[in-house]
């Protein structure tokens, strides 16, 4: 009987980068353990209607509440108070307690954000420890906007860890720095490098003089990374509209497509609109349903603008030509884990340059990666992955098999 690894992630995210990452950990770990998955935002039915029903009692003093508390001091009541904590680890405590090793990743899950991620790696942290089991962090990022509170909740997690895989430098260093992690922490390409896309191959042919534009969220585009304060929403759908428009005058035809976030698509509709009234033309929207949907289409296509991270990663590993705006440091830091950092423009780089011919000429001077480019980077990821997955079992289990 195989081991049971449990990979904590975010992969029922209607974000498809999440669902590639936990594909690709899935693909690299089947054949060694009985992989399962635990949801990282998941947490017990009957905490939640404990929380329900005392909120119904107490509506007019929430409603208070909700006028004067920011949105991360209501989620921490709801976690601390309602029961969303016990609810959490209520849901925790069986996949853990029956799995051999635990693996949060991959993804940005060392976070400050009103989800409350630095509180879910405690519970978990805690629950592993309550039966024995070994953790890890695999292909994880962290937060610029870590502060000391929420650095002190996933601090225990990161302790315990039998090791850290960090997907860039720039997360290696921050935890190394706010921690006092004495394990093996080391920077691997983000795993979703190494994926496969069926639809690309050597002898694949697909037409330079065609695009698709990744639509992000405005707000969310904002928030991770401090442009000018000038900028806004509209701003941010205005110059998705003159790069559609300067690609047709270059004669590339474009498609303007999300990662299957439904926030993504209502900026993509938005900018569909924008484009028709000032421009007079129709630019077809694609929302896929599912990451082979998306796979599917980035096989069809050369050009890539890339807003979501992970966008830029599986364009990439299908051949494309993608440019990726650097709108959270994050996407530096693993585009340069690959040695492919040349790929990304900053944010305010993006929003400022107007210029039809700066963003054109940035587009052509990159090339799409050969298949076997793609193969060797694939290779070079799982097989760095895999083995630090051995060099853990054999430590654990005084043995030299290897993960295969």
């Known amino acids: ?39 990282f935002g998941g947490r017990c039915r009957s905490s939640s209607q404990v929380a329900l029903s005392f909120y119904k009692r107490k509506l007019s003093f929430f409603r208070w509440l909700a006028k004067i508390f920011s949105p991360k001091i209501k989620a921490r009541i709801r976690w601390y108070i309602l029961g969303g904590r016990r609810g959490f680890r209520n849901y925790c405590m069986s996949p853990i307690r029956e799995s051999s090793i635990v693996i949060v990743g991959g993804g940005q899950l060392v976070k400050n954000n009103v989800a409350l991620f630095c509180d879910r790696l405690s519970v978990i942290d805690g629950v592993a420890r309550d039966f024995n089991v070994s953790v890890a962090l695999v292909g994880v990022g962290v937060d610029q906007k870590m502060n000391v509170l929420t650095w002190g909740l996933a601090r225990g997690l990161i302790k315990n860890s039998e090791f850290i895989m960090a997907r860039d ?7 190394l720095r706010n921690s006092d992690y004495s394990g093996r922490c080391l920077t691997l390409p983000d795993a979703a490098f190494a994926l496969d896309n069926p639809g690309f191959s050597a002898s694949k ?5 065609s695009a698709g534009i990744n ?10 990374k401090s442009a000018d304060a000038c900028f806004s929403q ?3 759908s205005r110059r998705y509209c003159q790069i559609v428009k300067d690609m047709y005058e270059e004669g590339i035809s474009c498609v303007i497509f999300t990662s299957g976030s439904p926030e993504d698509l209502v900026e993509a509709e938005n900018v569909k609109k924008i484009i028709f009234n000032e421009a007079g033309f129709d630019v077809p929207v694609f929302h896929p349903q599912s990451l082979d949907e998306l796979l599917a289409f980035l096989s069809t296509v050369y050009h890539v603008v890339a807003a979501r991270m992970h966008v830029g990663i599986l364009s990439y590993i299908s051949g494309c030509n993608p440019v990726c705006i650097n709108w959270d440091d994050k ?13 990304v423009v900053e944010l305010d780089y993006f929003l400022k340059n107007e210029s039809k011919d700066n963003f054109i000429k940035k587009i052509h001077s990159l090339k799409a990666p050969s298949f076997q480019d793609v193969c060797d980077l694939r290779t070079k990821v799982r097989l760095e992955i895999i083995k630090e997955f051995d060099r853990a079992l054999a430590k654990a289990n005084n043995s030299s098999v290897a993960i295969r």
């Open 234 to 236: 509209l701003n941010i």
């Open 169 to 175: 430098d720039i997360s290696r260093r921050r935890i």
């Open 331 to 343: 996407v530096y830091g693993v585009w340069s884990a690959v040695g492919q950092e040349n790929r």
């Open 205 to 209: 042919q697909r037409s330079r003089l």
């Open 215 to 224: 639509i992000m969220s405005g707000s969310a585009l904002l928030y991770g």
């Open 1 to 39: 009987m195989k081991p049971i690894a449990l990979i904590v992630s975010e992969h029922e995210s209607s974000n498809l980068g999440d669902q590639a990452i936990a594909r690709s950990l899935e693909s690299l770990l089947s054949r060694r353990f009985d992989v399962r998955f635990l949801s």
